[in-house]
């Protein structure tokens, strides 16, 4: 039975996006140009606020008091399963060295950079967990300055969990400015930051075009779309579960894509009754939002058995993939392109969005065909080096010459050739192209 489309999206996740360019190229020009001052006029503009950029030690200590001792529990508890989590990821990266023939010896290091740049959005949403997200593997890749950089409200600033959030993961300044400008801010070394080496953390259209014009110049996490989430559910499925949990995603935003792809014609059709009553009665800024996502980008695939329910979900390569469908194991060893599993109704993306540990900045509009998500191995510049005896170098010498001219590379040839005739002076070698 081929594909059957039981609900097909009318649009897909795209904008206008020469438009957006432009504009944030033109914005990102004029900051450079004009540095802290022109950083400010945009502030003034964009994000309505007027208050210190850089928070002072009291400005943090007084929003941290207003934060509850209960949501402070929670947020030390997220944290510290992403932090473990991230400790356990940096765990697999280890030095290594090894003598690839006599007297040459060739290793690995993994050095963290110096400045990481993390971007916290904090528009429609306070974004706690990407504060606990992005600063805390930051600080466990050895990131020697962290900036977090969130947008603060008109006349309020910054949320006061966000600045928590921020402070106990490890965050060395907290900034209040966004979009742009805050980007701009981080890339560019304004206001005595120390000019970041790699940008990380979700954003909205024009952080995303900021950071991918500014690739290249500076390191990031990855270029993020709307997020989305595909579940895979065989007929075993709790259908309001399931509906549930695509809910819960749509309301990300209006072009946040939702899936469900499934061998079961009836619960397909239960999930399907089930969405609209389950939109209505959320609040209605959500409301708004999970509305607009299933009626234009949701879609509900039918398939004729799991191989091939396996074989859709590789192709949409989705950021968030949940399996509810027995034999979970065999899933987990089939799926190949996700930006997070999550195995089983026992678990939900919620978990993985807030508090579970894994990561939550994952890639989107299937990147995760072939890249992962922000880890601390994103922080970390995996380096070479290499060391020889003058008896160890010789036969590199010798390979590297010949080589070397007949690619035309005279100049490489001759590094080599200075090193022969100086460790072993009476001998003659034939470093010619043709041998």
């Not at 007297?103 to 990407?130: E, L, N």
């Not at 979900?313 to 979970?328: G, I, K």
């Not at 939900?348 to 922000?374: Q, W």
């Amino acid at each position: 039975m081929p594909r059957h489309y039981l609900k097909k999206a009318d649009r897909t996740p795209k904008t206008d996006a020469r438009e957006t360019h432009d504009t944030v190229a033109r914005i990102l020009d004029e900051i450079e140009a004009g540095g802290d001052a022109k950083a400010l006029e945009y502030a003034a503009r964009f994000d309505r606020y007027e208050g210190n950029v850089l928070l002072s030690p009291d400005e943090i200590a007084a929003a941290c008091d207003q934060v509850s001792d209960r949501l402070k529990a929670d947020i030390r508890f997220a944290h510290d399963n992403v932090r473990r989590f991230a400790e356990l990821q940096k765990s697999t990266l280890t030095d290594v060295e090894t003598e690839l023939t006599p007297g040459f010896v060739t290793g690995q290091k993994a050095i963290p950079v110096a400045a990481a740049g993390c971007y916290v959005p904090g528009g429609r949403y306070s974004h706690i967990a990407s504060a606990i997200m992005t600063v805390t593997t930051a600080k466990v890749a050895g990131c020697q300055h962290i900036t977090a950089c969130s947008p603060p409200r008109p006349g309020v600033g910054v949320p006061p969990a966000i600045i928590y959030a921020a402070r106990i993961c490890g965050a060395d300044r907290i900034m209040a400015m966004g979009g742009v400008q805050g980007v701009a801010a981080m890339t560019f070394g304004l206001f005595g930051l120390p000019p970041a080496n790699i940008l990380v953390g979700p954003g909205n259209q024009f952080v995303a075009e900021a950071k991918r014009i500014l690739f290249g110049r500076v390191g990031i996490d990855m270029i993020a779309g709307p997020t989305d989430s595909l579940i895979l559910a065989d007929g075993q499925a709790d259908p309001h579960i399931v509906a549930t949990d695509l809910v819960s995603q749509a309301e990300h935003g209006y072009n946040s894509p939702v899936w469900l792809v499934t061998d079961s014609r009836a619960l397909a059709d239960d999930v399907m009754a089930r969405v609209p009553d389950l939109i209505a009665d959320l609040p209605e800024v959500n409301r708004e939002n999970a509305a607009a996502a299933w009626r234009d980008y949701a879609e509900v695939i039918l398939c004729a058995d799991r191989e091939d329910m396996a074989a859709c979900s590789d192709d949409y390569a989705p950021e968030h993939l949940t399996v509810q469908a027995a034999d979970p194991d065999w899933w987990l060893d089939r799926l190949t392109c996700y930006g997070s599993l999550f195995l089983g109704e026992e678990t939900t993306v919620s978990y993985g969005d807030k508090a579970a540990g894994t990561n939550h900045v994952l890639p989107t509009s299937r990147a995760a065909s072939y890249t992962g998500g922000l880890s601390v191995h994103k922080y970390m510049k995996i380096v070479t080096w290499q060391r020889a005896t003058r008896d160890g170098s010789r036969a590199v010498a010798e390979a590297t010459a010949r080589i070397s001219r007949l690619e035309g590379m005279e100049g490489h040839a001759r590094a080599a050739d200075v090193r022969l005739a100086k460790y072993f002076p009476d001998e003659e070698f034939d470093l010619s192209a043709d041998g």
